[in-house]
């Protein structure tokens, strides 16, 4: 079954809009009248619904999904624009809930408003592909500090060099990236001795930022399977 953004909140019984975006991928996807689709609103409301005349869609089954894990935060030291469209991708397909996207000492230039719009874009159609329930929350862009002030049972941040010391267990996780060539040594200190953040490998090499997203996240979903893994 196809999925489309909409409003999936509404009743059993209800006819609803689409916004354009979600007719023009209707358009594209070849779908008449009469199909059935997935409608999914980004904050865990789901409906099965028939496409109907005038772009609407009539709700015939409608559910909230339960959450999977327990919360994933991203604290990411921005990188140059094109990393953040492939990462923010990533970190949706892996589960991620929130991301807050933090200015750090080698972030090369704060994001305009329209870069944030396009990360929010890209994380809902992630969302859709990936066929999860709920968008996370982009944020920001903040210092550095102010990003580091989150409310977690466990916080993490990437290191080319450092082992995990924390077990990652099934509680609130945030974990803390930095831009390319990494956080200072000021920002590390910053992170380890004033927020509480704890060293974490991602292996033997020097990771792009993206990369680092991706493997971090992926560890984390492993070990959200498997608390063992952590």
Do not use: N, Y
Request: charge should be negative; include cysteine; aromatic fraction near 4%.
């Amino acid at each position: 079954m196809r999925r489309l953004f909409g409003p999936a909140s509404a009743s059993v019984g209800d006819t609803v809009s689409l916004d354009p975006e979600a007719k023009k991928h209707a358009k594209v996807l070849r779908l008449e009248v009469g199909a059935r689709v997935e409608l999914f609103d980004g904050e865990g409301h789901l409906a099965e619904a028939e496409l109907v005349a005038g772009g609407r869609a009539r709700i015939h089954r409608a559910w909230t999904a339960e959450p999977v894990a327990a919360s994933r935060t991203l604290i990411w030291g921005l990188p140059k624009a094109p990393a953040v469209d492939t990462g923010v991708r990533m970190a949706t397909e892996l589960g991620v809930d929130r991301i807050v996207l933090a200015l750090a000492e080698r972030t090369p230039r704060p994001p305009s408003a329209s870069k944030l719009e396009r990360w929010r874009r890209i994380a809902l159609e992630a969302t859709r592909q990936c066929e999860r329930a709920t968008c996370p929350i982009l944020e920001g862009p903040l210092l550095l500090a102010e990003a580091a002030a989150v409310d977690a049972d466990v916080r993490l941040v990437a290191l080319a060099r450092g082992e995990c010391t924390v077990s990652i267990g099934e509680g609130s996780v945030a974990i803390a990236i930095g831009p390319e060539g990494g956080f200072t040594d000021a920002e590390q200190a910053l992170l380890l001795d004033e927020h509480g953040f704890h060293p974490l490998r991602l292996g033997h090499h020097v990771l792009r930022s993206e990369t680092a997203v991706a493997a971090a996240l992926a560890r984390l979903a492993g070990a959200s399977l498997d608390p063992g893994l952590g």
